[in-house]
């Protein structure tokens, strides 16, 4: 069943227009590499931040800039890396690299709104006394950048392999 949903959406006319485009394929592409630049971009200044980088800029400030800029890229990446899907579901959707890309996207995603719940938690619960110790926003830069890396990295493994 799940095969026959694939073929028939690398079938569909959407698809075959962008296998068959000189220009349509290409620009979706570009689209989602400006998605992964913003989303990329946003988070790993922020995941500096959180490993001790630029110290005098806050980090509420900072999130009030860089989350809507991370929010948007991953909008754009989404939709165009959908559209690229498409074109060819079926080896997508059988590529370990590909599946081990979207299991890291989903921990990033998940890994990004712990933190946000977890620093919002922590400030309910200890009011006024500022951001999540020092020891614990290192450790969760440090571990958000190897992931958006990793996604980085198998997003442009999948094209070449």
Request: no cysteine.
């Amino acid at each position: 069943m799940f095969a026959e949903a694939l073929a028939a959406v690398e079938g569909s006319v959407l698809a075959a227009a962008l296998r068959g485009s000189t220009w349509l394929y290409p620009l979706v592409n570009a689209g989602h590499i400006a998605g992964i630049a913003l989303l990329f971009g946003a988070i790993a200044s922020f995941d500096l931040r959180l490993m001790g980088a630029w110290r005098p800029i806050s980090l509420d400030g900072l999130a009030r800039v860089l989350v809507p800029v991370a929010a948007t890229g991953l909008a754009l990446a989404a939709i165009a890396g959908s559209l690229l899907f498409i074109a060819k579901a079926r080896d997508y959707a059988a590529s370990s690299l590909f599946q081990t890309k979207m299991l890291m996207l989903l921990i990033g995603l998940a890994n990004a709104l712990a933190y946000h719940a977890l620093s919002r938690r922590w400030r309910r619960q200890r009011a006024g006394t500022g951001p999540l110790p020092a020891a614990v926003q290192r450790l969760q830069g440090a571990v958000s950048l190897a992931v958006w890396l990793s996604v980085l990295v198998l997003g442009r493994l999948v094209g070449y392999f």
